[in-house]
């Protein structure tokens, strides 16, 4: 749990005081000690009041809470506390369970003795379990224990509990919503490909709830109808309805008919289907009232609707009339005042409300080209839905309904309409989606054709800092003509001279996005080079709009420098020239300067600074984001992504001086641990609150965050790190693989949430081009793939004697690839890139399965020695062809000598283990054990393999110290590749010194501190 332990106590007393004074009285130092953290006085304070009472049950609780403070927690206090846990649970046939208080206690106490969170869950259910069990008829102890089920995500328990209390006390109806809303969640938290059992089993869930919810509903008086009689109390019992009829609907079968009654669906309408009690309910005057106050109900309506109407039931023509009613004519609200505690209706007064979210014109178009289309398949699950075939031409009624809705949008956004706001940016953003769906389908797009339409939208709002931003889709589909003759009238723009104002400043930012997004696909590496300079021109004139901006505001010229900043990235991958990255960086290290808070150029700076090599000022930049909370989970990927590459990359094994990348994963998975306790936490809050419409929203964010691609992303980066940087990683000390098991287990594509957030950097590259993120990052962006194949490698080595899936083996096999046809070589290269693995990583992934080979090799089998060891021959190869080649950037050096080293061998008695010394002791010590046949010679072959391998790896270091040595030299040649800069007056000499000086320093500690740690290691 994520309660603090001040809270906790302070919890107990407030809620003790209220129904026993004295108790909390008596228990009042007890508290006091623990809330300061002083848990001698605790557990004195505790003695103290059991010679008054020794069955006191709270007090042994606190007791168990005062014996866990202490780190570490010796093995006395772990049995103290499981003893004292079990008597509470068997005294008096388990009466302590009967305190609430005591029950809370000792959930927080086992959480805090487990560090296995599900074990720890596992643990606390089963104690809720045994007190609902002993003391079923009392509210405040089920109550307790529902929240514990919530909590551990135990929705089963949590509903068997809600229909007790429901049961036990009638009159208190929220208990039956929480009956609801647990069966929903285990509906919705049941696997996607679910077999017939689980399906089942859904269907016996959703009739339960259906009694449930009927019988809430039943009429009280004979030939009374439902919507006479019972009404929704709430916008949160609507909600929780609305989403168990969309829940019928996608779980029973489509042929089933129900008859039940909810306000919102009359006893007249008599039985159907669950897709028509869904279309109903949503129809009903109910859902009106509700979505006209609650967005999110509107649009989930629009949604459903869409997905699950038709056009001859008419759905889709009622909502299409219903959205253009909101535009043409608003809403109609009505608002009280009270005065002296009564309302009055002389305070009543219409007020009309003209629906002008992008949401309604958006659903209005999709309405019309549904009808048009007869499906809406063009619209499941996005825009460019591949199950979509459009037809020849539009039906009659859908064509007449699009032109309706063209002309009601164009009369909005010319003002001809009498209650128009040409002002808004909605109206043309309408006209521009309904050209792309008509040319999507092929068919006629009118008079003015989307080219026509982007060039008046950008006349008309090309002074607005989302110009760019709101064409971008629309400029993905222009024809090479339209962007032809939409490029030259911008480019003609943006040459213009003079003095400038902010709204001119944005025009000219607009248009150059624009012409550089439609620019061809031919150009070459100095056509971008010209650009940039171009940029930076602009960049200049316009930075003096913002001298008298405080330095915590934003500069309206940072744009350009990210303009620049990406061209010289695009020059770079045209003519692999290091000296356009460099001056990537430089231009944007001189933004920084004057607008230090743009996280986007402090973002492409850091991934830049990691391509050359310079990880210390990265990490430096990284720490000035000041990621926190949820960032953890969207921007850490930044640090982590390949950060294995940088472990050594300050020489030192103190965090004090290392460049920080363990220290931010650490701070990560910290995070991760209080992230997920305090999302459990929000769970149980909101079904306290009765908010039960945020329910599912927590809950999918708890969801999402325990499901994290990032999570366990974090976790092997800094198990790798701690590999490189010697830290001791031995099974015998309580090290274990259970967090590389969990990581494979977890890679089903169905369960991982990717939540990395990619779009931080806005893509202003071409849109042929790859985008930035792809061009700055450390080679191909990781994903599942290349989780799955590095948790492999390490599981291999770290768990040598477990059983290896065959069918891997031979999938990744490499010694039966060589000597095989050429398809099949093909084959596995292809397969590899699907798993977005470094050339690098690709070798270690190989000698994982090589080494494993060699562990069971025969003593007269030279073979599989043969072939591990022309592992290290092939790295060292590769190192002297990255040093040698200019260009390799100084990252790939790094990263082929860190995957080298983090497979080689250490001396043991410096107690550093990388992964080969590890799995040599863990494959020579059970050879040991087990007496196996000449254990005595493998040993000693294994032994010879080993010291082989560290001579082989001693060479890749000497070549990476003597690498870092040429590198510290090159900073004259670092300034020489940016002398073309110094036209602008801004990049002096000393700025340009200072800035080389730093980054060759930091390029120069990468390589040096790694060589100097393989030396280390590798020392006799």
């Known amino acids: 749990m994520a309660m603090p332990l001040s809270h906790l106590v302070n919890g107990v007393l407030y809620r003790k005081?209220?129904?026993?004074?004295?108790?909390?009285?008596?228990?009042?130092?007890?508290?006091?000690?623990?809330?300061?953290?002083?848990?001698?006085?605790?557990?004195?304070?505790?003695?103290?009041?059991?010679?008054?009472?020794?069955?006191?049950?709270?007090?042994?609780?606190?007791?168990?809470?005062?014996?866990?403070?202490?780190?570490?927690?010796?093995?006395?206090?772990?049995?103290?506390?499981?003893?004292?846990?079990?008597?509470?649970?068997?005294?008096?046939?388990?009466?302590?369970?009967?305190?609430?208080?005591?029950?809370?206690?000792?959930?927080?106490?086992?959480?805090?003795?487990?560090?296995?969170?599900?074990?720890?869950?596992?643990?606390?259910?089963a104690l809720m379990s045994l007190a609902v069990e002993r003391h079923p008829n009392k509210e405040d102890v089920n109550i307790e224990a529902f929240q514990a089920f919530v909590r551990s995500g135990n929705y089963k328990s949590a509903q068997q509990t809600s229909i007790r209390l429901h049961k036990n006390n009638p009159n208190q109806t929220h208990y039956l919503w929480w009956s609801v809303a647990a069966i929903l969640l285990r509906v919705r938290s049941s696997p996607t490909t679910a077999g017939a059992d689980v399906d089942k089993t859904n269907e016996v869930l959703l009739t339960l709830a259906e009694r449930q919810l009927a019988t809430h509903f039943k009429p009280t008086s004979e030939g009374a109808t439902s919507d006479q009689d019972q009404k929704y109390e709430s916008d949160h019992e609507f909600y929780l309805v609305t989403r168990f009829l969309e829940l019928c609907a996608v779980h029973w079968p489509s042929d089933s008919t129900s008859a039940s009654v909810f306000p919102s669906i009359p006893r007249s309408t008599g039985e159907l289907t669950p897709t028509a009690r869904l279309l109903r309910h949503l129809a009903s005057p109910e859902a009106d009232s509700?979505?006209?106050?609650?967005?999110?109900?509107?649009?989930?309506?629009?949604?459903?609707?869409?997905?699950?109407?038709?056009?001859?039931?008419?759905?889709?023509?009622?909502?299409?009339?219903?959205?253009?009613?909101?535009?043409?004519?608003?809403?109609?609200?009505?608002?009280?005042?009270?005065?002296?505690?009564?309302?009055?209706?002389?305070?009543?007064?219409?007020?009309?409300?003209?629906?002008?979210?992008?949401?309604?014109?958006?659903?209005?178009?999709?309405?019309?080209?549904?009808?048009?289309?007869d499906s809406s398949l063009a619209?499941?699950?996005?825009?460019?839905?591949?199950?979509?075939?459009?037809?020849?031409?539009?039906?009659?009624?859908?064509?007449?309904?699009?032109?309706?809705?063209?002309?009601?949008?164009?009369q909005f956004s010319e003002g001809l309409h009498a209650s128009s706001a040409p002002h808004e940016r909605g109206y043309l953003l309408g006209l521009l989606e309904i050209a792309r769906e008509n040319r999507r389908r092929e068919w006629d797009e009118g008079s003015e054709r989307l080219g026509k339409l982007v060039t008046r939208y950008f006349e008309r709002f090309e002074g607005k800092m989302c110009c760019f931003d709101d064409l971008r889709a629309y400029l993905e589909v222009l024809d090479e003509e339209e962007s032809r003759q939409a490029r030259e009238k911008l480019e003609e723009r943006g040459n213009s001279a003079g003095d400038l104002t902010e709204k001119q400043a944005y025009s000219l930012i607009n248009a150059a996005k624009i012409a550089r997004f439609l620019a061809p696909s031919?150009?070459?590496?100095?056509?971008?080079?010209?650009?940039?300079?171009?940029?930076?021109?602009?960049?200049?004139?316009?930075?003096?709009?913002?001298?008298?901006?405080?330095?915590t505001d934003l500069q309206p010229a940072d744009d350009f420098a990210l303009l620049a900043a990406q061209a010289f990235v695009s020059a770079y991958h045209l003519d692999?020239?290091?000296?356009?990255?460099?001056?990537?960086?430089?231009?944007?290290?001189y933004a920084l300067?004057?607008?230090?808070?743009?996280?986007?150029?402090?973002?492409?700076?850091?991934?830049?600074?990691?391509?050359?090599?310079?990880?210390?000022?990265?990490?430096?930049?990284?720490?000035?984001?000041?990621?926190?909370?949820?960032?953890?989970?969207?921007?850490?990927?930044?640090?982590?992504?390949?950060?294995?590459?940088?472990?050594?990359?300050?020489?030192?094994?103190t965090s004090a001086n290392d460049a920080g990348i363990l220290d931010e994963l650490r701070k990560a998975n910290k995070w991760y641990g209080a992230g997920l306790d305090e999302a459990a936490d929000m769970v149980v809050r909101v079904f306290m609150l009765h908010n039960f419409s945020k329910i599912e929203d927590f809950f999918e964010f708890q969801t999402r965050l325990s499901n994290s691609y990032t999570r366990d992303l974090v976790i092997i980066e800094s198990l790798r790190i701690q590999l490189l940087r010697g830290a001791v990683i031995n099974p015998s000390l309580g090290f274990t693989t259970d967090p590389l098991k969990a990581i494979l287990q977890s890679?089903?594509?169905?369960?991982?949430?990717?939540?990395?957030?990619?779009?931080?950097?806005?893509?202003?590259?071409?849109?042929?081009?790859?985008?930035?993120?792809?061009?700055?990052?450390?080679?191909?962006?990781?994903?599942?793939?290349?989780?799955?194949?590095?948790?492999?490698?390490?599981?291999?080595?770290?768990?040598?004697?477990?059983v290896v899936d065959g069918e891997d083996e031979q999938a990744f096999d490499s010694t039966e690839v060589s000597g095989s046809a050429p398809d099949i070589g093909q084959f596995v290269a292809d397969h590899y890139r699907f798993l977005q693995l470094l050339p690098s990583e690709k070798a270690m992934v190989d000698f994982s399965r090589l080494a494993g080979k060699v562990f069971v090799a025969a003593l007269d089998d030279p073979k599989p020695e043969q072939l591990a060891h022309s592992f290290f021959s092939d790295q060292l190869a590769s190192l002297t062809s990255a040093i040698e080649?200019?260009?390799?950037?100084?990252?790939?050096?790094?990263?082929?000598?860190?995957?080298?080293?983090?497979?080689?061998?250490?001396?043991?008695?410096?107690?550093?283990?990388?992964?080969?010394d590890l799995a040599l002791g863990i494959v020579t010590e059970h050879l040991t054990s087990t007496k196996a046949t000449d254990h005595a010679k493998h040993v000693k072959r294994l032994r010879n393999f080993r010291t082989k391998s560290r001579e082989a790896t001693q060479k890749i270091g000497k070549e990476v110290t003597n690498w870092a040595k040429k590198v510290g030299k090159e900073r004259n040649k670092v300034i020489g590749n940016v002398v073309t800069l110094k036209q602008f007056e801004k990049f002096d000499d000393d700025t340009v010194l200072d800035w080389a000086h730093a980054l060759v320093e930091s390029r120069k500690n990468s390589a040096e501190t790694l060589g100097a740690a393989i030396h280390r290691r590798c020392i006799k």
């Open 17 to 125: 005081k209220s129904v026993a004074p004295a108790e909390a009285r008596a228990l009042q130092p007890i508290c006091a000690a623990l809330e300061v953290h002083n848990w001698k006085t605790a557990q004195l304070a505790v003695a103290k009041q059991l010679k008054k009472l020794p069955h006191h049950y709270l007090a042994h609780a606190l007791n168990c809470l005062a014996l866990s403070g202490p780190r570490p927690m010796s093995d006395s206090a772990r049995k103290e506390i499981q003893s004292t846990i079990e008597y509470i649970k068997t005294h008096t046939n388990g009466a302590g369970l009967g305190d609430p208080e005591t029950l809370l206690v000792l959930a927080c106490t086992i959480a805090a003795v487990n560090d296995d969170k599900d074990a720890a869950h596992e643990e606390v259910d």
């Open 290 to 373: 509700y979505c006209a106050t609650g967005l999110g109900l509107k649009i989930w309506r629009r949604e459903v609707e869409l997905k699950h109407g038709s056009r001859a039931s008419g759905e889709w023509k009622a909502g299409w009339e219903r959205m253009k009613k909101g535009i043409e004519e608003g809403s109609v609200l009505f608002r009280r005042k009270q005065i002296l505690g009564r309302t009055s209706s002389h305070f009543d007064w219409p007020r009309f409300h003209r629906d002008t979210n992008w949401h309604t014109l958006l659903y209005l178009i999709r309405s019309a080209f549904a009808m048009a289309d």
């Open 747 to 802: 890679c089903d594509a169905d369960r991982y949430s990717d939540n990395r957030d990619f779009d931080t950097i806005p893509n202003l590259q071409r849109k042929d081009e790859a985008s930035i993120w792809d061009q700055t990052g450390l080679g191909p962006r990781p994903g599942r793939e290349w989780l799955t194949a590095i948790a492999q490698a390490y599981q291999r080595f770290l768990d040598p004697l477990a």
């Open 593 to 653: 300067q004057r607008s230090r808070h743009k996280y986007q150029i402090r973002l492409l700076a850091i991934n830049i600074q990691r391509q050359l090599g310079a990880s210390s000022i990265a990490m430096d930049l990284n720490r000035s984001l000041g990621i926190k909370s949820i960032q953890f989970d969207t921007l850490i990927h930044v640090a982590a992504t390949r950060g294995s590459t940088f472990a050594n990359a300050a020489g030192a094994t």
């Open 522 to 551: 031919s150009t070459s590496a100095e056509a971008q080079v010209i650009l940039a300079h171009s940029y930076l021109t602009r960049y200049f004139q316009v930075l003096p709009l913002g001298f008298h901006l405080d330095s």
């Open 885 to 916: 080649d200019s260009a390799r950037l100084p990252w790939e050096v790094l990263s082929i000598a860190a995957n080298a080293f983090e497979l080689a061998l250490t001396d043991r008695t410096a107690q550093a283990y990388c992964l080969l």
């Open 576 to 589: 692999r020239d290091r000296s356009r990255l460099e001056s990537a960086l430089l231009v944007l290290d």
């Open 379 to 410: 619209f499941a699950g996005s825009s460019d839905s591949s199950d979509f075939t459009p037809r020849s031409s539009p039906t009659a009624e859908g064509q007449q309904l699009v032109a309706e809705t063209r002309k009601l949008l164009e």
